[in-house]
């Protein structure tokens, strides 16, 4: 069992920045994909970033690329996803989520933080 908790959610103005933070609890995550995920309102989640732990491996979806970075801290067992230059359309709850890197379904999921970028 992965618990993971997220953190850093709130409330920024377009073009400002935000950090969030997964703390990962439970399990080693070094054989885990860490991923982030978000759900707009009236609309379904979608894939944000992920990271590969073993393989220190970084993916993006086309519309964060250059704005947001995943990264790790080892010793804190933590996942961290730096966003900036939000735009409004960046608005929605943001997910972490875990899955042992030879499956291609995550199976363990945070409750979410809220993000409202306003304009």
């Known amino acids: 069992q992965v618990l993971l908790v997220e953190s850093g959610g709130g409330l920024v103005q377009a073009g400002g920045s935000l950090r969030l933070s997964c703390a990962a609890s439970?399990?080693?995550?070094?054989?885990?994909?860490m991923g982030w995920f978000r759900q707009a309102p009236g609309r379904v989640r979608e894939f944000v970033a992920d990271?590969?732990?073993?393989?220190?491996?970084?993916r993006y979806a086309d519309s964060v690329k250059g704005r947001f970075t995943i990264s790790r801290d080892n010793a804190k067992n933590t996942v961290y996803l730096q966003m900036n230059s939000l735009k409004p359309e960046d608005t929605a709850v943001y997910y972490c989520?875990?899955?042992?890197?030879?499956?291609?379904?995550?199976?363990?999921w945070g409750e979410g933080t809220q993000v409202i970028v306003s304009s």
């Open positions: 989520a875990a899955r042992r890197l030879e499956f291609d379904t995550y199976n363990y």
């Open positions: 439970g399990r080693t995550v070094s054989n885990y994909v």
């Open positions: 990271f590969t732990w073993r393989e220190n491996s970084t």
